[in-house]
């Protein structure tokens, strides 16, 4: 098993930054083997992928994000981390950190990002 919890959310105006953060932990696999992901669940809306960073480190953004964020990884301290910058109040949702290794996906609990306008 493998536990993620998120933090770094809050309240943010738009044009600001934040920065979150993702700790992976448990044993079934070593962090450098897991592709890691931001996703992001807006009200009434669908969870969708914001960023991703293999284990390879390819990383990959939506193109609602290009040139906003970064994905980050640090395999010493197991952790993903999502610099977002030039926040909008589109950008608010719920946003979830992923691991996978085929076939297994663990999320975390999620992290509330508001951005007001």
């Known amino acids: 098993q493998v536990q993620l919890v998120e933090s770094g959310g809050g309240l943010v105006q738009a044009g600001g930054s934040l920065r979150l953060s993702c700790a992976a932990s448990g044993s079934t696999f070593r962090f450098n083997e897991l592709n890691m992901g931001w996703y992001r669940q807006a009200p009434g809306k669908q969870r969708e992928l914001v960023a991703a960073l293999s284990s390879g480190g390819t990383a990959n953004y939506a193109e609602s994000v290009k040139g906003r964020v970064t994905i980050s990884r640090d395999n010493a301290k197991n952790t993903v981390s999502l610099q977002m910058n030039s926040l909008k109040p589109e950008d608010t949702a719920v946003y979830y950190c992923?691991?996978?290794?085929?076939?297994?996906?663990?999320w975390g609990k999620g992290t509330l990002v508001t951005v007001s306008s």
């Open positions: 992923k691991g996978s290794r085929w076939p297994v996906n663990y």
